[in-house]
């Protein structure tokens, strides 16, 4: 008899099948047994549909379709919904982020999901779940950038000098993710650096980069189709297969968000670095860097 798998455990199996996994991988990765891969493998060649086919059902068809064979209570999906009602009374608390509770509820259970398949559940279950003036932001989709308006500075050791610098704000919008740091302009060679150093930073590549308009990212700019910089979009889409987003016209939302970032900035680094000497962009930005995770483990610990 096959062990009891919710619908993403079997949309699992094909996406993994479909990437060149054995049935064994498979197994492992799920942590279900070979045979109840086996048994599920020959289900779906067949049924009526192909796998892509299954792939873009809702959760609730292709559970029926293969609800006979989900025989076994599934304590490891229970387990998931109950905690999910935890990060819901979460989700308005200032600092929230799903990595926290994600960390959280794979110390608490003994079989855990991987982090793609707690997202995915979730957004299934909530999908619908809107709060009132409340944009939702699909989790890894967007990445926001911008450039604060008022610079970080560094000082010239030979003159004195204090020499302006200019910063780079990201931020991944579902969770307030942020990543800041320095660079000597605006200049498109300097904000791709720092594109490419907020993804490592992230540890992830979104669905799309939107810009405010910079200049380094839009050659023209347009209420209705601002033209993107070849360099960037070739650098999005080459190194990383993304796409570049100006933000859209007429909605301040994009834009607040992105802002909301930089006065972040302005109150958990520039702030506390309101005294302190810098003599190279480089030590800067690994202060700034020291900041952006005392800034992380603040929001963990509350």
């Given at each position: 008899?096959?062990?009891?798998?919710?619908?993403?455990?079997?949309?699992?199996?094909?996406?993994?099948?479909?990437?060149?996994?054995?049935?064994?991988?498979?197994?492992?990765?799920?942590?279900?047994?070979?045979?109840?891969?086996?048994?599920?493998?020959?289900?779906?060649?067949?049924?009526?549909?192909?796998?892509?086919?299954?792939?873009?059902?809702?959760?609730?068809?292709?559970?029926?379709?293969?609800?006979?064979?989900?025989?076994?209570?599934?304590?490891?999906?229970?387990?998931?919904?109950?905690?999910?009602?935890?990060?819901?009374?979460?989700?308005?608390?200032?600092?929230?982020?799903?990595?926290?509770?994600?960390?959280?509820?794979?110390?608490?259970?003994?079989?855990?999901?991987?982090?793609?398949?707690?997202?995915?559940?979730?957004?299934?279950?909530?999908?619908?779940?809107?709060?009132?003036?409340?944009?939702?932001?699909?989790?890894?989709?967007?990445?926001?950038?911008?450039?604060?308006?008022?610079?970080?500075?560094?000082?010239?050791?030979?003159?004195?000098?204090?020499?302006?610098?200019?910063?780079?704000?990201?931020?991944?919008?579902?969770?307030?993710?942020?990543?800041?740091?320095?660079s000597t302009s605006q200049k498109r060679e300097d904000m791709i650096e720092s594109m490419g150093n907020a993804l490592s930073y992230f540890g992830g590549v979104p669905k799309a980069i939107v810009s405010d308009n910079l200049k380094s990212a839009v050659t023209r700019a347009s209420k209705y189709e601002p033209e993107v910089n070849r360099t960037f979009k070739d650098f999005a889409a080459r190194?990383?297969?993304?796409?570049?987003?100006?933000?859209?016209?007429?909605?301040?939302?994009?834009?607040?968000?992105?802002?909301?970032?930089?006065?972040?900035?302005?109150?958990?680094?520039?702030?506390?670095?309101?005294?302190?000497?810098?003599?190279?962009?480089?030590?800067?930005?690994?202060?700034?860097?020291?900041?952006?995770?005392?800034?992380?483990?603040?929001?963990?610990?509350?």
């Amino acid at each position: 008899m096959a062990n009891t798998l919710d619908p993403m455990d079997l949309k699992q199996i094909i996406t993994s099948h479909q990437d060149g996994l054995s049935n064994r991988q498979i197994g492992e990765l799920l942590d279900i047994s070979r045979n109840t891969v086996n048994t599920y493998m020959k289900l779906f060649r067949a049924c009526d549909y192909e796998f892509d086919e299954l792939l873009k059902m809702e959760n609730a068809q292709i559970q029926e379709l293969f609800t006979s064979h989900t025989t076994i209570k599934n304590n490891r999906f229970e387990q998931l919904m109950l905690y999910f009602d935890k990060v819901n009374k979460g989700r308005n608390h200032p600092g929230f982020t799903f990595q926290f509770h994600y960390n959280e509820y794979k110390e608490e259970v003994n079989n855990p999901y991987s982090y793609t398949q707690f997202m995915e559940h979730y957004k299934r279950k909530y999908a619908k779940i809107k709060g009132s003036m409340k944009l939702e932001h699909e989790e890894g989709k967007e990445v926001y950038i911008d450039y604060a308006g008022k610079k970080l500075h560094i000082v010239d050791k030979e003159t004195g000098e204090l020499i302006p610098v200019e910063v780079f704000v990201a931020l991944l919008p579902n969770s307030q993710y942020t990543y800041v740091e320095t660079s000597t302009s605006q200049k498109r060679e300097d904000m791709i650096e720092s594109m490419g150093n907020a993804l490592s930073y992230f540890g992830g590549v979104p669905k799309a980069i939107v810009s405010d308009n910079l200049k380094s990212a839009v050659t023209r700019a347009s209420k209705y189709e601002p033209e993107v910089n070849r360099t960037f979009k070739d650098f999005a889409a080459r190194h990383y297969n993304c796409v570049i987003n100006p933000t859209r016209s007429y909605s301040p939302q994009d834009k607040a968000l992105v802002e909301n970032a930089v006065q972040l900035a302005y109150q958990r680094i520039y702030y506390p670095m309101r005294e302190m000497v810098f003599f190279s962009i480089e030590d800067l930005n690994r202060e700034i860097k020291r900041l952006l995770e005392d800034c992380i483990s603040v929001i963990s610990n509350n």
